[in-house]
């Protein structure tokens, strides 16, 4: 069984920044692909960023140019730094891990309010 512990959520006003984090820990096979996907109120859940053990990264194209996604392989974790942010960004965040074997995990979510 795979836990994902988030943490970095919060408030923020407009053009401030915000860092996330995601820990993986449990019975799981190497890990392929570490990110983050986003559920605004009334709305569906959308990638955000996602980056593969080879470091290729896909973000979504709201956020290009205003968010970064790295990880350490060593501890299982996967960042996420939100820079410029938005009220349209506001949301439930989601950690998501793909391992090499299993379906995909999701973490339990951290909420991200940016006001005006």
């Known amino acids: 069984q795979v836990q994902l512990v988030e943490s970095g959520g919060g408030v923020v006003q407009a053009g401030g920044s915000l860092r996330l984090s995601c820990k993986a820990s449990?019975?799981?096979?190497?890990?392929?692909?570490m990110g983050w996907h986003r559920q605004a109120p009334g709305k569906k859940r959308e990638l955000v960023a996602n980056?593969?053990?080879?470091?290729?990264?896909r973000f979504g194209d709201s956020v290009k140019g205003r968010f970064t996604i790295s990880r350490d392989n060593a501890k299982d974790t996967v960042y996420l730094q939100m820079n410029s942010l938005k009220p349209e960004d506001t949301g439930v965040y989601y950690c998501?891990?793909?391992?090499?074997?299993?379906?995909?995990?999701w973490g339990q979510g951290t909420q991200v309010t940016v006001s005006p």
């Open positions: 998501a891990i793909d391992p090499w074997i299993g379906g995909r995990s």
């Open positions: 449990g019975s799981f096979f190497s890990i392929d692909t």
């Open positions: 980056i593969g053990r080879d470091g290729t990264i």
